[in-house]
């Protein structure tokens, strides 16, 4: 089975936990360590034949539109991850769609393809904000990838389904949910195969996670940030628990994420989409948005 790769490409400074220290108005005083940061991995990736879908800030595509052209020319997937990295459950519906729409617009000018996806910053997209389901239905956008079906202090929906499934909006439009995968122990739910989970659980337990989640039919979600590789970044002070959150395990990640690419076969969103309408894999639940 192909699971799908994925990478949220932002900034050092752009993660939630630095916000209160790097708010917007400071960005373009910080200097930039995001391009070949992602030119490590698309070398890396291209070594292993893999293809991911790249959710990219806005922000980022303003600034380096031909990082942005050199992923879509390499056969990968451009999707957005907004323009602001601002937390949906932050916003009014309507700066949250201006923001959106703002961000699709300068993607697709670049690539000069269509935008078909979204994951929210921090995955921000709980039951306070259904209505982004809405808003991306409105803006033309086929899938999210933002729901984390477990709890978390910032994010999260713990009953939520553990599979892809599609959410009807209020309009009768549909999305799809592509939401993160999780382990099913002991009745609860636990994360895996991304971001801080990956950098900090052991190797073998994401691999037996992966193969696990294979095993009901779906491909699971690997997810990445460039800084999350980037041992010589600027270092923010934290507390202990959330400096091992950010910055735990960096200087190994690049080795983990070698070995699944070489462990498991990996694709984007897009293509797997296009199986899904041919109907080549497990069906998928189908959901109103009033019952998530």
């Known amino acids: 089975m192909e699971n799908i790769l994925t990478v949220d490409v932002e900034e050092w400074f752009h993660p939630e936990a630095l916000q209160h220290r790097f708010p917007p108005e400071t960005w373009e005083n910080q200097p930039s360590r995001v391009v070949p940061l992602v030119e490590r991995l698309l070398d890396l990736f291209e070594e292993h034949n893999a293809k991911a879908t790249f959710f990219i800030l806005g922000w980022i595509a303003e600034r380096h539109p031909d990082l942005v052209k050199r992923i879509a020319e390499r056969g990968h997937e451009v999707a957005t991850h907004s323009f602001s990295h601002r937390m949906a459950t932050k916003l009014a519906p309507d700066v949250f769609k201006r923001d959106l729409l703002r961000s699709v617009n300068i993607l697709e000018d670049v690539t000069g393809q269509q935008i078909l996806g979204f994951r929210a910053p921090t995955f921000s997209v709980t039951r306070k904000t259904f209505w982004v389901f809405d808003v991306l239905a409105e803006a033309g956008l086929k899938y999210d990838s933002s729901v984390y079906p477990?709890?978390?202090?910032?994010?999260?929906?713990?009953?939520?389904?553990?599979t892809v499934f599609e959410?009807?909006?209020?309009?009768?439009?549909?999305?799809?949910e592509f939401p993160m995968p999780t382990l099913r122990i002991?009745?609860?739910?636990?994360?895996?195969?991304?971001?801080?989970?990956?950098?900090?659980?052991?190797?073998?337990?994401?691999?037996?996670?992966?193969?696990?989640?294979?095993a009901?039919?779906?491909?699971a979600i690997v997810y990445m940030h460039p800084w999350e590789f980037d041992v010589g970044q600027p270092k923010v002070a934290m507390g202990k628990l959330q400096s091992l959150r950010h910055y735990g395990n960096i200087n190994r990640n690049l080795q983990k994420v070698a070995y699944l690419l070489k462990?498991?076969?990996?694709?984007?969103?897009?293509?797997?989409?296009?199986?899904?309408?041919e109907g080549s894999h497990a069906s998928i639940k189908k959901l109103n948005i009033e019952a998530i």
């Not at 959410?167 to 799809?176: D, F």
């Not at 990956?198 to 337990?205: A, E, V």
């Not at 009901?216 to 491909?219: E, N, R």
């Not at 076969?265 to 296009?274: A, G, Q, S, V």
């Open 216 to 219: 009901s039919g779906f491909p």
């Open 167 to 176: 959410v009807t909006t209020r309009s009768g439009a549909t999305v799809i």
């Open 186 to 214: 002991l009745g609860k739910n636990f994360p895996f195969g991304g971001g801080g989970y990956l950098r900090l659980f052991p190797l073998r337990f994401t691999s037996v996670a992966i193969r696990r989640f294979n």
């Open 150 to 162: 477990i709890w978390h202090d910032r994010y999260g929906i713990p009953d939520a389904p553990r």
């Open 263 to 277: 462990a498991f076969e990996w694709t984007n969103f897009r293509d797997y989409l296009i199986r899904l309408k």
